[in-house]
């Protein structure tokens, strides 16, 4: 899987998935409940940090398969959507990259 630039693609895309999962339904509640305010500021730059990778590969994946501007665009406002990238992954690249290592 990580041998093509899509299989680490994929890999940040679920890595920034649970991080964002891991603040919204771990840090937050957390916070809330004032047993760890700075969970959110940990798992914030975390996600952070992984958001920003995420958009450096969609933006080199962009360039480099020639995708259409609807693909980062699609992917950028999925990303905002909890579980969003996993079910995108399992519905586009999962295909994608079959038809990739296939041709190989």
């Known amino acids: 899987m990580l041998r093509s630039m899509l299989g680490r693609f994929r890999l940040m895309l679920w890595l920034q998935g649970i991080s964002y999962l891991l603040l919204l339904f771990v840090a937050f509640p957390l916070r809330d409940a004032g047993i760890m305010p700075q969970a959110v500021t ?55 990259y079959r038809e990739s290592v296939n041709k190989a």
């Open 42 to 96: 940990w798992f914030g730059n975390l996600y952070g940090f992984l958001f920003l990778m995420y958009l450096l590969f969609m933006v080199s994946l962009y360039t480099v398969q020639k995708w259409q501007l609807r693909r980062p665009i699609a992917l950028f406002f999925v990303s905002f959507v909890p579980l969003g990238n996993m079910i995108y992954d399992f519905f586009v690249f999962r295909k994608l």
